[in-house]
């Protein structure tokens, strides 16, 4: 580390888009005690996320791929490292650490990979399953240090890799950003949402592991039984232009509205009375924490870290990802027409927030991390 007074940490994402792993690097970045650490950001593509770096001037790099292990831009990342003078690199997600554990490696930097949700699933064919499990076990094999954002993850990973003993170091909100205060009567108005209606958010990538299409399905049931109620859905992905298509047929148009990402996500939720996130599979979704710590009443799938954070019934209302359009459709259902349920699960979400995912204790773990990994270096 030389003569240097802060350590340099290269922290690396698949993409300058705005999603639950982008949130956490953006949290971790901005909150870093920047009198002893000097955070410098790559991304694999461009977005808003770069785009925010930019303007809060911490440095950000782009290297584009949309590839895992690819070896054409492994001497970019090498290179880069050397040029910021890099003391430690901090992979967010596996398709980060594919592109950066071998540049890592080849300039003797300590490497730490945290998984936001490993890249194998259930509903996966077998042999692309497998296949996923040995991509992950040898990554957390090159890793220094290997962090969880939930326990469950970290179980499976055990359960899976053999000596495998990673961190948990729990996702968390900025409450200054994500304070439940905040008015969304400006959102209200911009959408033409009426002071006697309920609005539904749904703020996630249109993927198929969100389940967008399920939730258009089960709104056309919700309508049947709801009138007064309508539903944002913000966010894109590649499954965005068969949502349009869906809405168009299911004649939705007046009750379902598609917004791209955008930053005001705070004033959004404000907006919203319930929050959907009904997933396949998560980490720690950071989607879900935002609207919590806005004391939104919560309606997600029984998946991975969203089952640790929800309590059923108490802070929020789980579905089975099994037979979600109908218990979508029922879940939500049942909190447009109890007033008092919705106050109820806001409140318990909202305290869920406060007593655990604290940003400021998430930076202060990953610091430690930090501090023990350049302190093992100098020995």
């Known amino acids: 580390m030389g003569a240097k007074s802060k350590i340099r940490i290269l922290e690396g994402i698949r993409q300058g888009k705005v999603g639950g792993g982008e949130s956490v690097l953006l949290n971790l970045v901005e909150h870093l005690n920047k009198d002893e650490f000097e955070p410098v950001v790559l991304s694999f593509t461009g977005g808003m996320m770069v785009e925010y770096l930019e303007q809060a001037g911490i440095p950000v790099h782009v290297i584009h791929s949309e590839t895992p292990f690819d070896f054409r831009i492994r001497k970019k990342v090498k290179q880069l490292m050397i040029d910021e003078k890099i003391d430690l690199v901090h992979a967010h997600g596996t398709r980060a650490a594919s592109n950066m554990f071998w540049a890592a490696k080849k300039n003797k930097l300590p490497l730490i990979y945290t998984c936001h949700g490993w890249s194998f699933h259930p509903d996966q064919h077998k042999i692309i399953r497998k296949l996923r499990i040995r ?29 495998y003993q990673p961190l948990v170091i729990l996702n968390a909100v900025d409450t200054q950003k994500f304070d439940c205060n905040i008015t969304g009567e400006g959102i209200r108005k911009d959408l033409r949402i009426k002071p006697e209606e309920l609005l539904v958010s749904f703020i996630a990538r249109f993927t198929w592991q969100k389940q967008p299409l399920a939730l258009i399905r089960a709104f056309e049931n919700v309508v049947k039984e709801v009138p007064n109620i309508r539903l944002v859905m913000v966010g894109d992905g590649e499954e965005k232009e068969k949502a349009i298509r869906l809405i168009r047929e299911r004649l939705l148009g007046e009750k379902i509205i598609l917004l791209p990402f955008r930053r005001d996500v705070p004033e959004l939720l404000a907006a919203s009375d319930i929050f959907v996130l009904p997933s396949l599979w998560e980490g720690l979704p950071m989607g879900l924490l935002e609207a919590m710590a806005m004391k939104k009443a919560i309606i997600a799938s029984r998946v991975d870290g969203t089952a640790e954070v929800i309590t059923d019934g108490e802070n929020g209302i789980l579905i089975n990802p099994a037979n979600m359009e109908d218990e979508l459709a029922r879940s939500i259902i049942r909190l447009a027409k109890d007033e008092s349920l919705r106050k109820t699960i806001a409140e318990n979400a909202l305290g869920s927030i406060r007593n655990r995912y604290n940003v400021q204790m998430m930076t202060r773990q990953n610091e430690a991390v930090y501090r023990k990994l350049i302190a093992n270096m100098s020995l």
């Open 135 to 163: 991509s992950e076990k040898f990554l957390t094999e090159k890793a220094d240090i290997n962090i969880c954002v939930s326990q469950s993850n970290a179980d499976e990973g055990k359960r899976l890799f053999k000596n």
